[in-house]
C-alpha cells in the first residue's frame, strides 16, 4: 500500500486552518509547537514530521503565538487552526472594500479587445 498525503491550507474566515490527512493515530500522539516563526507537527513515535508557515505573518513580520495555535482530530485527520490577527482581518476588509468598489466589464464590451 503506498502511502500518500493530502494537505489543504484554508485561509477564509477568522482563521488559517489545514487539514492533514491521513493521520489515524489518537490527537494525543501529536506535538504542536512554535518555532522561529512556524508551526511544526510532530509525532511521539517519529513516524511524521511537518512544518506549517503563514505567509501573512512573515509578511507583516507578525510572530506567531502559541496560544493562537488550536488543533483537533477526526477521521484520520489532524485539523490544525491559527487565529488570524486584527490587524489582518482589517486589511482583508480593507481590500474587499476596495474590490467591492470597482465596476466589472460588462458581457459583449470588448471593443477594447479586438483581435488583428
Known sequence: KQWYQRRVAIT??????WRIQPLPYPLSNYKISVESNTIFVRTENKKYFKK????????FEFPLIVKHVNCAHANSTLMISYEKPKSVLQL???IYSELCKVKPIQDGDMDSCKQQ
Not at 477564509?12 to 486552518?17: F, V
Not at 506549517?52 to 509578511?59: A, H, K, Q, S, T
Request: glycine residues 6%; negative net charge.
Open 12 to 17: 477564509a474566515g477568522t482563521h488559517y486552518t
Open 52 to 59: 506549517l508557515r503563514i505567509e501573512d505573518m512573515d509578511r
Open 92 to 94: 482583508e476588509q480593507d
